[in-house]
């Protein structure tokens, strides 16, 4: 998996574009800047974004290939963030550290999603934001991108489930446009989240 990661990252284009994702701007244009973590990071535009922002960004990824391109994105966007290559499995981030975390697309089978959702709990602070964005299981529908896997796409309950001790600000299943470079575009199924930690 990760060298299929390593060989789409490595091209000149931005797979999913320069721009951050919409339900990610439009919810981070709203909060005070602090400390974020992205989680699954890829090239890096929702990470850059944040930081123009002035937020202190950690982010992390499996894919050598992808941080090169995120570090090439900031350094043309003259911000700095820091770009941690790991394997989810084994990224331990600081307990209580974060003001948000974010998960966009990052799509795990079962117990993997389960951990990762968890650490990215741990990670926040009290009053931190959780915002993600993921293809719900009606994706298969549709041809916008993600995985074709159905145990790979997520449900309502799933999510439920893995943060039920936030408190949920915004919860929905919604069909969107995606305009997110080549790999994300068209009509799409999706969740979209905000938790609080409290």
């Known amino acids: 998996m990760k060298d299929l990661w390593d060989k789409r990252f490595s091209s000149e284009e931005y797979i999913y574009g320069i721009e951050p994702n919409e339900f990610f701007k439009n919810k981070l244009d709203k909060l005070t800047p602090g400390r974020f973590l992205l989680f699954g990071e890829g090239e890096g535009k929702n990470a850059v974004y944040a930081a123009e922002l002035g ?11 992808a941080k090169l391109k995120a570090e090439r994105l900031a350094a043309e966007k003259n911000v700095s963030i820091n770009y941690i290559v790991s394997d989810l499995t084994e990224f331990q981030p600081e307990r209580d550290f974060y003001d948000a975390v974010g998960l966009f697309f990052v799509h795990l089978e079962e117990d993997l999603r389960k951990n990762v959702h968890k650490k990215a709990v741990d990670a926040l602070k009290k009053g931190g934001k959780l915002i993600m964005e993921a293809f719900e299981k009606d994706q298969l529908n549709y041809d916008s991108g993600g995985p074709k896997n159905l145990s790979l796409l997520y449900s309502l309950e799933d999510i439920t489930e893995d943060f039920i001790d936030l408190v949920f600000e915004y919860f929905a299943k919604e069909i969107v446009v995606l305009n997110e470079g080549r790999g994300h575009k068209g009509k799409a199924s999706v969740i979209r989240f905000i938790g609080i930690k409290v």
């Open 55 to 65: 937020w202190s960004v950690d982010a992390v990824d499996f894919s050598q290939s």
